[in-house]
């Protein structure tokens, strides 16, 4: 997982058009201000391991969320993050884990949709702690017993 | 080097505080409308050839320019994409190279700073061509003889 985390004064998005690979139903639009956007994309290798690459990514969120005093997250999908993706099934239903465990923590939480060409506004607020970019795999203990080599 | 390219409505930031590696003197707020942002990080392997990867770079700015018809340039300097960065001075010096090479094929081009904490706004205007990212690496015949093993 390739997870850039940015402290905003605003996120909005809207869904353009589908992708061959387009969530379906979603919220199609959304705005939330003072909020935390997790532009995220979910890696190969995360298939390994992903409910602990879930929670190490949930863990970097609201680690983040508790620096800057801020409780609101966009969890926003962002492929152009790596070279190495997932494929969709798994970066999805990943994606909405990572939002029910947010949502659970007691986090305000919106997700924008996977899988559509979206226009996007943000304002990064640019204080020292407003940008965090961090690569997550599956931790050794987490890499299912068949797959070890 | 690591290549995040937006199309905008409008790219704006503000240098608001030094990191250790700030490139000083700059120009400390910029603004640029229907403009390409050319996110970059450069990365430690483009020292085996920089002068290839700054022209692989120009060349990939410019191509999406001309598909998306648009001549204004912001190249951005952003580590966070990448988790193997140059030094800051092989970096600044590739981006000068860019913001150069893109100047003199007749683009309006600005520079955000390297090594300043920057507030930024951004509208990435979401239509099938608007976003793309690339990794590039120095090409075979570019990669010094003596870097050769
Ligand atoms: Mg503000
Ligand atoms: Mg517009």
Same mark, same amino acid.
């Not at 997790?38 to 949930?58: L, M, R």
């Not at 007691?106 to 899988?115: I, S, Y």
């Not at 640019?126 to 050794?140: F, K, N, V």
């Given at each position: 997982?390739?997870?850039?985390?940015?402290?905003?004064?605003?996120?909005?998005?809207?869904?353009?058009?589908?992708?061959?690979?387009?969530?379906?139903?979603?919220?199609?639009?959304?705005?939330?201000?003072?909020?935390?956007?997790?532009?995220?994309?979910?890696?190969?290798?995360?298939?390994?391991?992903?409910?602990?690459?879930?929670?190490?990514?949930?863990?970097?969120?609201?680690?983040?969320?508790?620096?800057?005093?801020?409780?609101?997250?966009?969890?926003? *999908?962002?492929?152009? /993050? +790596?070279?190495?993706?997932?494929?969709?099934?798994? !970066? #999805?239903?990943?994606? &909405?884990?990572?939002?029910?465990?947010?949502?659970?923590?007691?986090?305000?939480?919106?997700?924008?949709?996977?899988?559509?060409?979206?226009?996007?506004?943000?304002?990064?607020?640019?204080? *020292?702690?407003?940008? /965090? +970019?961090?690569?997550?795999?599956?931790?050794?203990? !987490? #890499?299912?017993?068949? &797959?070890?080599?």
């Amino acid at each position: 997982m390739r997870l850039l985390l940015i402290h905003s004064d605003f996120i909005e998005y809207e869904a353009k058009k589908k992708t061959k690979i387009a969530e379906d139903p979603c919220s199609p639009s959304g705005r939330l201000e003072e909020a935390l956007v997790a532009f995220c994309a979910v890696e190969s290798p995360d298939a390994d391991g992903i409910d602990d690459v879930v929670n190490q990514t949930v863990a970097a969120i609201s680690e983040m969320a508790g620096k800057v005093e801020c409780n609101r997250v966009m969890v926003y *999908p962002y492929a152009h /993050l +790596s070279s190495d993706l997932a494929a969709p099934d798994l !970066a #999805v239903a990943a994606l &909405k884990s990572i939002e029910e465990a947010l949502d659970k923590a007691g986090h305000e939480v919106k997700r924008a949709p996977f899988g559509w060409y979206k226009s996007f506004s943000l304002s990064c607020k640019g204080h *020292p702690l407003s940008e /965090l +970019s961090r690569s997550i795999t599956p931790s050794e203990d !987490a #890499v299912k017993p068949e &797959k070890k080599h």
